[in-house]
Every structure is written in structure tokens, then in C-alpha cells.
């Protein structure tokens, strides 16, 4: 008797234990539980490959410069000339090898007229001697002064403007006052009342 009473309980208890893991194994086929979340590191991010060869350095350009016009002789168009000459080499100096270089290139706008004439008789000069005649650009500036400019330009512009043949006309207005500041800038006038007279 007794032993069926030992018996009985430990079916109970067997019993209960089993009753209890179903109910869990139901509970868990209900809700499955989320899958764990492992520990190791996201694999890296790769980085775009890295060129060890030296950058390029930055190629430092000019601005395009203008060539002066040609020229031939016209005394009014000299000194624009000139200074347009002198600009351009000063500031594309590195297209220049020497100095001579620059003479022949100025030489190269003397198209026509007497400006022609004279370029030419420089290469005869050389020709005959050897030597070209004009071996710096100060020399160039100094003759070309003397050959195609008046040889008193403030007087020739003062009696322009002394003159009693100079007005308007059927000039444009802003073409007269162009021409009158251009010859008062010549003839060095100054003083506002005598501006005011020759306008």
C-alpha cells in the first residue's frame, strides 16, 4: 500500500512536470522568440583605391592678348602702336628668346605705305653690313620716334588748336570731344579757362 502510495505520487509529480513543459512548448510555438543578434562587427566599408602618383600642378594660363594693328606711318596711330607693341611683350615676355626677336616681331606690322618701306631698308641695312641695325628695343622705341612722328608735336598740336580751322564741324559730339582731349593732352594744356576757351 505504501508503495502504491510512493508510486502514484511520483506518476503525479512526473505527471505535473510533464503538463508544465507542454504548456511551455506551446507558449513558444505561439510566439517564437526573435533570433539573436550576434556580436562580431559589420564587415568594412571599402574605400575607393588611393593614387600615390604626384598630382599635376596647376598650369598657370594668359589671358588671350590681343596683336597691335598693323601700321603704316599714319602719325596719329603711332603712339598707339608703339604702346600696344610694348604692352603685348611685357606681358607675353616668356615668347620671346632675345631681344632682336621683339624687333622682328613689331616689324612684322609694318604693312604699307612708307612704315613698309622702312622695315624693308632695315633688312637691306643688315644685309649690307652684316649686322642688323637695331640691336635693342630702346632702340627700336628711338627710331621709330624719329621717322614716323612730327618732329615738334606740341607745336604742330598747339597751332591746331591756335588755329582757326579747328571745330566741330559735322563731327559727332563725342567724336570732337575725343579728338579736342586728345590734342589739349598733346599740347599739355592745363588751366580749366583755356580749356574752356579753345573748346
Not at 17 to 30: G, S
Not at 79 to 101: M, P, R, V
Request: some cysteine.
Amino acid at each position: 500500500m505504501e508503495r502504491q502510495h510512493v508510486s502514484e505520487s511520483n506518476i503525479n509529480s512526473t505527471l505535473a512536470a510533464l503538463t508544465m513543459q507542454l504548456q511551455q512548448l506551446t507558449q513558444l510555438v505561439a510566439n517564437p522568440p526573435l533570433p539573436a543578434i550576434p556580436n562580431t562587427p559589420p564587415p568594412p566599408v571599402p574605400f575607393p583605391p588611393v593614387s600615390l602618383s604626384p598630382a599635376l600642378p596647376m598650369r598657370w594660363t594668359h589671358p588671350k592678348l590681343s596683336y597691335p594693328l598693323d601700321f603704316n606711318r599714319e602719325h596719329h596711330n603711332g603712339c598707339a602702336f608703339l604702346n600696344s607693341c610694348s604692352l603685348y611683350i611685357c606681358l607675353a615676355l616668356e615668347q620671346f628668346h632675345d631681344k632682336q626677336e621683339r624687333i622682328l616681331w613689331a616689324l612684322t606690322f609694318f604693312k604699307g605705305g612708307c612704315a613698309a618701306k622702312w622695315s624693308e631698308n632695315v633688312f637691306h641695312q643688315e644685309v649690307d653690313t652684316g649686322v642688323f641695325p637695331i640691336q635693342t628695343w630702346g632702340d627700336f622705341e628711338q627710331q621709330f620716334w624719329l621717322h614716323f612722328f612730327p618732329t615738334n608735336t606740341e607745336a604742330d598740336v598747339i597751332n591746331a588748336l591756335e588755329g582757326t580751322s579747328y571745330h566741330q564741324g559735322s563731327q559727332m559730339v563725342d567724336d570732337y570731344l575725343d579728338s579736342f582731349q586728345a590734342l589739349v593732352s598733346d599740347a599739355g594744356y592745363m588751366n580749366s579757362q583755356t580749356l574752356v576757351v579753345k573748346f
